[in-house]
């Protein structure tokens, strides 16, 4: 690992000036699952670390506020809010999508080290990447390795991509089904970005897996129920993995749609995709094959179908596209309430 200076500021308005407005000369650190495994690979070699670790209030907290007649409430949390927390938390009881997300990202000990901003702008975990000794496209080479070699865990949304990473993060595909803000600081003042506009494909070593600026930092996200007075909020999130816990889903799919009062027609239909993509992947299609329907083991199968329209498998992941059928499915019949009759 690279000598480095390390920084601790007291509040966001001192963190600022110490960022860079490039990256790789100076990096963030808030619990360190991520950075310090990049540091000791030598992928990332800051030449000054700015942790967050010294910062409290909202960022570490998760407040929610409840207008007249509104449920569930809106929601804000804090990017430096630990993982567990969010899992266990009461005030997110009624978005299962999110917390039982968080309670599934690897084990104990990483959830309680681990935080949201942490998990949203993670780098990605392509074994060619992390490898120190190969140049791949993201690192100023001229090649992504993984389109011609092992990539069994990469992207099946791989048209127009010309590195075929998976996004990594659990938390983002939740909360994109659920319409979440990020509010964001900068040289500049704050910002607000719909999540699903957080992330893009990196292709150069310039650029990052989010459109994060290098001297920005994430501050928090914000979301709330979204739908008419009077409606049923549902929601919920599948993930497959090889193994139940402390592992990377090979799929996972978040699924957020309301119910109007008395009726039992999903409508507002979102569902989003992870680990299939080098984004999190809104699917429309899926979304389609649920809105205005009653949610059945047929309506439900229709939008595991629909979800992998578009795929383009690799030579050793094409098994990816059935288990994404099944995670839509599954996803979408425990938002809706239904019993998870796989589980016997």
């Not at 390795?145 to 010309?162: L, S, V």
């Not at 992941?317 to 839509?328: C, F, G, I, P, S």
Request: proline share 7%; net charge positive.
């Amino acid at each position: 690992m690279k000598s480095f200076t390390y920084h601790q500021p007291a509040t966001l308005q001192l963190a600022l000036p110490l960022l860079d407005e490039q990256w790789g000369k100076t990096e963030l650190l808030a619990g360190g699952t991520d950075l310090h495994d990049l540091q000791k690979e030598y992928v990332a070699q800051p030449d000054k670390l700015v942790s967050l670790s010294g910062l409290g209030g909202a960022f570490r907290e998760i407040s929610s506020i409840a207008p007249p007649g509104a449920f569930p409430p809106t929601i804000t949390i804090g990017a430096g809010v630990k993982l567990a927390d969010i899992a266990e938390s009461r005030q997110l009881a009624a978005y299962p999508a999110l917390t039982s997300a968080a309670a599934q990202i690897a084990g104990p000990q990483i959830r309680n080290m681990g935080t949201l901003g942490g998990s949203l702008c993670q780098r990605n975990r392509c074994w060619y990447f992390r490898d120190e000794h190969v140049h791949c496209l993201l690192k100023g080479g001229r090649k992504c390795y993984a389109q011609e070699g092992e990539n069994q865990y990469h992207a099946i949304f791989t048209q127009g991509h010309p590195c075929v990473i998976v996004h990594p993060s659990t938390l983002a595909p939740p909360l994109i089904a659920l319409g979440a803000i990020a509010e964001i600081l900068g040289p500049k003042g704050k910002r607000e970005v719909l999540v699903e506009k957080l992330y893009h494909a990196p292709v150069k070593e310039t650029q990052r897996e989010h459109t994060l600026a290098p001297n920005e930092i994430l501050v928090s996200v914000r979301f709330g129920p979204g739908v008419p007075q009077f409606s049923r909020l549902a929601n919920n999130s599948y993930e497959v993995k090889q193994k139940a816990t402390s592992d990377w889903p090979l799929v996972q799919a978040s699924v957020a749609f309301h119910y109007e009062q008395n009726s039992k027609l999903a409508k507002g239909v979102r569902v989003v995709l992870g680990h299939v993509a080098p984004t999190p992947l809104l699917s429309e299609s899926a979304a389609k094959a649920l809105e205005g329907k009653e949610i059945t083991e047929a309506t439900a199968s229709a939008a595991g179908e629909a979800a992998t329209e578009g795929t383009r498998p690799l030579s050793q992941n094409e098994y990816k596209v059935q288990l994404l059928k099944v995670a839509v499915k599954r996803a979408t019949l425990l938002a809706a309430g239904m019993k998870p009759y796989w589980e016997g």
